[in-house]
């Protein structure tokens, strides 16, 4: 029988590495399959989904069995989980294999044994120490909760200098990034959660340290708080940042509460990544006329991933047009977009540029959010677009109407069908639309047969109407005939392209 080299079952277990159940299967094969399975299920053990981690009582067993005589005498003496501590060896050396830490899944695991914190702080420092000692080279840190010094341990050095990514959250005391900095100086990827209101330094001089960070993200997640000028913690790490702008190429922040003074800071940095292939702002990013004319002069020739919420439309339309041609993704919430909350006249003008703008600039686009007020010329300009954008595959559509008249509603959102069946290109598969996209029964049953044999499609609505009676009917009789792939009610709350923004962290 043909025999799989070690080499290529590696590299076929690879490309399960984020599927646990079928990585466990592949244990079960032979020894052969076994032993380079493990490697692999192993490398980042504490951040499989799905997994219960607090009843995987045989991780407890496996971490207690590194430990010394007289620390599994003080595990049998306190009874936690005394039957785990017989166990005199292991199969393998497993935390060799390991490359991360998850410290909340490490503390659920611990719990296991026991619930007092005397007995789980001693049982955790125990399992860093072996750890440090064990683990060639730590890839990955989850450090949130985190009440171990880990650097301090003997082989820490050794370890954490090969740290690329980390997330981590404000809670933790400055003192304890300023020991990280000694080592871990070459991350690629730092991800902070910011819980208060007060700046931490060491996380300012952890950034300072950096050679070679590739990829920021910045989370504030506290809320009915504000800062005091003393207390700003975006200031400085937005100056930490604009050192970083050589390397920098994936940025995503989301600031609950900026003043003026943080908002023009972060406007005059912004123009500085300039090798930005993702940036994602989530927050409010309103600019006066003087800030726009600015912000229409950066350049972002290597973007191809671009999501800003809260926004008037011409900010996007500026980044599109001085973008290099190379965007993929335009990801943004458009029942979020300002224009005429903020009484713009011109709102049906600045959809007709986006468009334009998007069609002249963005031919490589594959997911695109859009907002169309239903006139003779925003329809015109969308199907040369479709013509145009040939690797087009989801749209998330918006039609600006809010005259309250259904009958327009219907035939706007017919003629909107019609257009998609003309010149929708080859690979398109989802539509996400709005609840004022209206459709009769009729209508949708004629786009379904004009699409039948095509690639399947995805429907996403906000609208209820479709998910009851003879909708309900139609569209599993299509699901039937492969026509529809997937039909999905969603809430207002997620009705944008989260899947495709979750997927970059």
């Not at 060639?136 to 200098?161: D, G, R, V, W």
């Not at 949708?444 to 109407?465: A, H, K, M, Q, V």
Request: charged share 25%.
């Amino acid at each position: 029988m043909f025999k799989l080299s070690k080499d290529i079952l590696f590299l076929i277990f690879e490309e399960l590495q984020d599927d646990s159940k079928s990585l466990f299967s592949c244990l079960m094969v032979n020894r052969f399959w076994c032993e380079t399975a493990v490697q692999v299920l192993w490398r980042d053990p504490w951040s499989y989904s799905g997994i219960n981690y607090r009843n995987k009582s045989y991780l407890f067993v496996i971490i207690t069995s590194y430990f010394f005589n007289n620390i599994k005498k003080f595990i049998t003496e306190e009874s936690i989980q005394s039957s785990t501590v017989l166990v005199k060896f292991t199969l393998f050396d497993y935390l060799s294999f390991c490359r991360s830490i998850s410290v909340n899944t490490i503390n659920c695991i611990i719990f296991i044994g026991s619930t007092l914190a005397y007995n789980q702080f001693i049982i955790q420092q125990e399992f860093y120490y072996f750890f440090m000692k064990k683990c060639p080279e730590l890839k990955y840190l989850n450090m949130k909760s985190i009440k171990h010094q880990i650097f301090y341990f003997p082989e820490a050095k050794n370890c954490l200098e090969s740290l690329c990514e980390l997330e981590c959250d404000t809670s933790i005391d400055s003192t304890y990034f300023y020991g990280l900095s000694r080592f871990c100086q070459r991350i690629q990827k730092l991800v902070i959660i910011n819980i208060n209101t007060k700046l931490n330094n060491g996380i300012v001089k952890l950034i300072e340290v950096q050679k070679s960070l590739k990829r920021f993200g910045w989370r504030d997640d506290f809320y009915d708080e504000f800062f005091t000028n003393d207390d700003d913690p975006y200031e400085q790490i937005l100056l930490a940042l604009e050192k970083k702008a050589e390397s920098l190429n994936y940025l995503r922040l989301s600031f609950h509460y900026v003043e003026n003074y943080e908002h023009t800071l972060l406007l005059e940095i912004l123009p500085k990544f300039y090798k930005l292939k993702i940036l994602i702002i989530e927050d409010y990013l309103l600019l006066n006329e003087e800030q726009l004319e600015k912000f229409k002069m950066q350049v972002y020739p290597e973007l191809e991933i671009l999501s800003i919420e809260y926004n008037r439309l011409n900010t996007v339309t500026s980044i599109i047009e001085n973008s290099g041609g190379r965007l993929k993704k335009i990801l943004f919430k458009p029942y979020n977009i300002t224009d005429f909350e903020l009484g713009d006249d011109n709102f049906n003008e600045n959809y007709l540029n986006f468009i334009r703008k998007v069609n002249e600039n963005c031919p490589l686009i594959e997911y695109l959010s859009i907002l169309i007020s239903p006139t003779k010329e925003i329809f015109s300009e969308f199907e040369k677009l479709l013509k145009r954008c040939q690797n087009l595959k989801s749209l998330l559509v918006i039609l600006d109407n809010y005259d309250d008249n259904y009958e327009d509603d219907l035939k706007d959102g017919g003629e909107l069908l019609k257009i998609l069946v003309r010149s929708a290109p080859t690979n398109f598969k989802e539509i996400r639309f709005g609840s004022e996209f209206k459709f009769s029964l009729e209508m949708l049953e004629e786009f379904l047969e004009n699409w039948r044999g095509r690639s399947e499609l995805s429907l996403f609505t906000i609208d209820p109407i479709y998910i009851s009676g003879d909708y309900t009917k139609l569209i599993n009789k299509y699901k039937i005939d492969k026509v529809i792939k997937d039909f999905k009610y969603l809430s207002n709350k997620y009705y944008r392209f989260d899947y495709c923004i979750d997927d970059l962290d």
